[in-house]
């Protein structure tokens, strides 16, 4: 059974960093893209950035574009979500996401993702 599973959330204030990581089981995703979305309260999930096979690509929404950044370690199946300089706007839960074939995100609403993890929950205080 594929399982993604999230860590890393919790409590923050503005300004604060918090790192999130993801590990998949079941399955390797070294030859796939990964990613992560969030869903705030009473919002539709939104993509917030994801990661080619190779690590070479990587793709940011303007929201998070230069405060957050994605990076993966494919030996140890993992893909992490450094979170820098963190806004009230940030609230939500946080989902890690991988494709099941495509190598690269896809410019599509779920981003080319199969597998989805249960979610994170991040708060940032002001």
């Known amino acids: 059974q594929v399982q993604l599973v999230e860590s890393g959330g919790g409590l923050v204030q503005a300004g604060d960093s918090l790192r999130l990581s993801c590990a998949s089981s079941g399955r390797t995703f070294s030859t796939t893209a990964m990613g992560w979305f969030r869903q705030a309260p009473g919002k539709e999930r939104e993509f917030v950035t994801a990661?080619?096979?190779?690590?070479?690509?990587?793709y940011y929404s303007n929201s998070v574009k230069g405060r957050f950044t994605i990076s993966r370690d494919n030996a140890k199946n993992t893909v992490s979500l450094q979170m820098n300089s963190l806004k009230p706007e940030d609230t939500a839960v946080y989902y890690c996401?991988?494709?099941?074939?495509?190598?690269?995100?896809?410019?599509?609403?779920?981003?080319?993702?199969?597998?989805w993890g249960k979610g994170t929950l991040v708060t940032v205080s002001s």
């Open positions: 990661i080619s096979a190779s690590g070479g690509s990587t």
């Open positions: 996401a991988a494709s099941d074939y495509y190598a690269d995100y896809q410019p599509q609403p779920d981003g080319g993702m199969h597998y």
